[in-house]
Every structure is written in structure tokens, then in C-alpha cells.
């Protein structure tokens, strides 16, 4: 791993682990055990509470730190009430579900930039990574920083399409993704897209209230008629909800020894089901533990 | 690549392909394009085809080659009607849709084993390998043999863990799956099961009707109450109906250049939609092309 995130980073992977005595604690055992110094409140204004036509609600946690300028449109086009009334419009099975857009070229709200930066990667600079150290077919490195999967070669650093990642749809030309119109992975990590567009955030619950759901027949999974959409009721950031209404979200600190062990019980399963522990593990098939908060 | 298998297999993985000139062609284009030679069809013999009670249908290709007592009591419980009215009792998020079983732990059909060898991996003699040539985080080598999706350790080879696989459910000891239970994988390839579970098969058509359905809520996924389930109607190899009413399917040569070339085109996207292609795939992103047989 290059020297500039080794500086930060906390030197132990799966492999330095792989010395720890074996016990029979399986990654569920491990997150219910945690304790609460592993643990990291999700602020509400990085939520995104999408109420759908049929009451199922699905919340959203906002990721600034790699997409800024997606994530500022995002906050504004739920402050202007953008997505209400918008719809569901693609599932393809094993690939995305797809909401809202622009399909009838309104204008976009004064405080949504039509135009905005890439911001497919990231500098690295601040970041603290717990790397895997696994071989992966995509990235040099992959690993986790700030509660998120990403993969690094070293300088920049970049979400990973990882099942319940979220995303902002463009057309051909990058710069073409205003926020309007998001999506999520509902199959295999479609990891050839991580670099190729900007990533958001992800899913923390609801998640298949997205998956549920008719596969359009179109091209691409679109839905033919409108009758097949689902439609959205309203999509507010949580600290624009009535306190009482706000859920709130932990995620576990990727930088924790919970975590850290966490990994390695994802990576070797001693659970009696398992005969042969694979020893490994992909960065998409450990998903960061999140939870409701226990105050809620 | 141990020397066992580099003796039979093809020795041109994507790194022997990038030497290739650079085409706008996508991995669509390529299936699409393939000669009728690139393609083999299914026997009828290997397709199991799932009528559900809503009358959608879901096709699976067997896998003898891989497990052949599993298959051969599926084949069993296939024509002692085993399946006829059981259930899909489970669907967790992002992992398994699950089948029948025997929950009432009736007698299994005289032609039925009750006990079966684990037949998680096999060895490689006969085989031949396409291997993928990217790192992996599971398995030392993966690519595909005879048109399925594989790990190996240049000796045994298994069957991966890919979206729509379909394996046996067991207990925990490993000769408990009997091939009552089936399982298929809804969401990103749970590869630590991988050598594990006996996989027997994949869903080749239909795979919406086991993933659109409602997730369950109890604990797994399994839903708590039967009338949350959606019933079975029948289960029949396709050689077992009537030939107007048989589907028949065929699937990409694994060892074939066209299959070469679509793993490359999956692994470096060049259609214009990429400003980055990955230069690298992970088996389970790169699903075998199947189709109906277009005699249909």
C-alpha cells in the first residue's frame, strides 16, 4: 500500500488478525457485542427519509464527504419538494432500481446546479483506511474509511458499487448527473461503474421496498406504462422532519477494533455451519454494520 | 496455474487479450453477434422448470458434472412430484430465495438418498478452464468450465456463489441437504459459502418470480406465516413434458472466442457511457450468456 495512506491508516488488516486466538463468534455476535464506543450517530441532516405511495419508507444516508456537490443538490431538491410526485420508473433484476429524474424537463430549482463536477474519486488526504487486504479484480487496495467500502490506488479513493450503494444516474457525458435521478444496486456489485459515476450514499433501511418490486420489461428494466411505476409520497432530509418523525442511524466506526474484528469473522466463519472458511472476503460482502439508534 | 489444469486449459485469460485491438464493442453486441458454434444447447434432461401458483415460470439448469447425487435425487423428487404444492418459505434481502423442504418430515420417495456425499468441489480432470486471470478474494484462480462460473486451487474446482445460482440447503452437518431444500442467490455472491453448501444448478429464466417477492420478516428471511408464502405447482424436467410445452435453452461455449471476447469487453467497458474502464471482472460480474434456443 503507497506511503501516503499508510501514514493514516491502521496497519491491521485480516492478515495481522489471522494471529488472534479463534473463538466462535460469528459477525453477528460481533456487532451485538460492541460497544458503544464503536458505535457513530448518523447526523440527520446526511439522511434522506424517501416515503413511498404505498407507506414503505426507505432512509438514505447522504455520503458529503465524496460527492459534496451531489450531495448539496440532493438537500436542495428535497427542500424544494422535488421528488414528490416522482416515481420508481427502472428495476432490472441483478441491477439497479431507479427513481425520478426529469423525464418532463422541468426547470430545476435556483439552488440546484445543472452542472456539476464528476467527483467519481477523492483525494485521500484525512482519510484513515482500514484496508482488507484481499486480492480484489477491480482496485489496487480496497478497504474501508469513515464507515464506507472503497476501493484506492493509492492517491484517490472512491466508493465501491456495493449491493444498497446509491448513486446519481447520468447520460452519456459525465457531467450529467444533477442529482435528480438516483439509483440502487439490487444484484452483484456492479463495480465496473465505481469511477464511472458519482455515488451518493447508501440504503440503511427499507431496502426492499427498492428490491420488492415488479422488474420493468423495457429496455434496461425500464417500466413500460406509468400504471407500473411506484410512486414517491415525499423525500425529506431527517432534520427537516418533525422530531418525532426523524429516524435516526449508527453506523460502526470502520476505524474500531469491533469492526476490525467484524471483518476478520466475515473473512473466516467458525460458526458450526461452516467446514471450510474461505479465508477471504470481498470488500462489497461485508457490509458496514448500521443500525437505529437505541434512543430512538 | 498448477500444472494439472494448465495442461488443459486454453491459456488466454483477459491479460493475453489485452494485446487485442481496442473495438467499441460491448458485451451485448458480442453476445448478440456470437456464430451459432459459440453456443451449446442444454439437454433436456438437465432444465428443471418451476411452475409457480401465479403461474410464472422459473427454468434452472442442472449441474450433474458438479453434483451428480444431488441432481440425481432432484431428478427423483422432480418425478415423484415432491415439489407439487410446497412453498417458497424464505427470502432474505440480499441473499436467498429458499423452496420446500420437508417440513412435515414426510418419507422420501424410495428413489430418493436420504444421505448424500457433501459434493462441494470435484476434481479437475477432464475439465477445461477459461481462467479469468484477475485477483480474487476467495479462491487462488477463478474463470469457467463447461459454462459455469468457478473457484480452484489447481486441483479441486467448484462451482462460485454467483446472483442465481441455485444450491441445496442443508443443516448443520454436512450430509443434511438431501435436495429437498433449494436455495438461489438474490444479492451480492455470498462466496464464503463457496465449498461450503453443494450448489447444483442456476435459474436460466424466471428469476424475477423468486426475487420480486416479498421479503420475509421472521428470523433468515423466512416468513412467518403460510399465507405469506407462494406456492409451488409443479416441478417437472423439461424432458418429463409434453415437447410442445418444453423449453429448451442454450448456453455460451466457456471455451469458446467468443466468450473469450465478451469476458474482455466485460472486464474493459468501451462503449461511451465509461470514462474508466475497469480492466478487470470478478466472476460473478460476468454472467454466461444463456438464451432460449432461438428453434423455439
New interface residues.
Given amino acids: 500500500m503507497p506511503d501516503c495512506f499508510t501514514r493514516i491508516a491502521f496497519g491491521l488488516g485480516l492478515f495481522a488478525l489471522s494471529t488472534l486466538p479463534a473463538r466462535a463468534e460469528t459477525p453477528t455476535s460481533i456487532v451485538k457485542q460492541a460497544p458503544s464506543s464503536a458505535w457513530q450517530e448518523i447526523q440527520s441532516q446526511d439522511l434522506l427519509v424517501l416515503t413511498l405511495y404505498n407507506n414503505r419508507v426507505v432512509v438514505i444516508q447522504l455520503a458529503p464527504a465524496f460527492a459534496p456537490r451531489h450531495v448539496q443538490n440532493i438537500v436542495a431538491l428535497s427542500k424544494a419538494r422535488w421528488w414528490d410526485g416522482g416515481d420508481i420508473t427502472r428495476?432490472q433484476?441483478?441491477y439497479v432500481t431507479q427513481w425520478a429524474g426529469n423525464p418532463s424537463r422541468k426547470a430545476l430549482p435556483a439552488t440546484v446546479e445543472a452542472v456539476l463536477p464528476?467527483e467519481?474519486e477523492r483525494s485521500d488526504t484525512g482519510l484513515s483506511l482500514t484496508p482488507?487486504n484481499?486480492?480484489?479484480?477491480?482496485a489496487a487496495q480496497t478497504g474501508f474509511t469513515s464507515g464506507w467500502p472503497v476501493g484506492t490506488d493509492g492517491h484517490t479513493v472512491w466508493l465501491a458499487h456495493?449491493?444498497?450503494m446509491v448513486g446519481a444516474g447520468r447520460d452519456?457525458p459525465?457531467n450529467t448527473g444533477d442529482g435528480t435521478e438516483l439509483y440502487t444496486v439490487?444484484?452483484?456489485?456492479?463495480?465496473?461503474l465505481?469511477?464511472?459515476i458519482a455515488l451518493v450514499g447508501r440504503v440503511l433501511s427499507g431496502?426492499?421496498a427498492l428490491?420488492?418490486?415488479?422488474?420493468g420489461t423495457g429496455d434496461m428494466g425500464f417500466y413500460r406504462t406509468p400504471a407500473e411505476f411506484t410512486s414517491i409520497q415525499s423525500a425529506r432530509l431527517a432534520i427537516d422532519l418533525p422530531s418525532s418523525a426523524r429516524p435516526r442511524f449508527e453506523v460502526m466506526k470502520t476505524d474500531s477494533p469491533s469492526f476490525i474484528q467484524y471483518l476478520h469473522a466475515?473473512?473466516n466463519?467458525t460458526d458450526?455451519?461452516?467446514?471450510?472458511?474461505?479465508?477471504?472476503?470481498?470488500?462489497?460482502?461485508a457490509p458496514v454494520p448500521t443500525r437505529p439508534s437505541s434512543q430512538n
Avoid at 484481499?134 to 477491480?138: G, L, Q, V
Avoid at 444484484?187 to 465496473?192: E, L
Avoid at 428490491?211 to 422488474?215: D, F, I, Q
Avoid at 458450526?272 to 460482502?285: E, L, S
Fill in positions: 428495476v433484476d441483478g464528476p467519481y482488507l484481499r486480492p480484489d479484480a477491480y456495493c449491493y444498497g452519456m459525465p439490487i444484484g452483484q456489485a456492479p463495480r465496473q465505481d469511477r464511472n431496502m426492499d428490491t420488492a418490486l415488479p422488474r466475515r473473512a466463519r458450526p455451519f461452516y467446514v471450510r472458511p474461505a479465508g477471504g472476503v470481498d470488500v462489497c460482502n
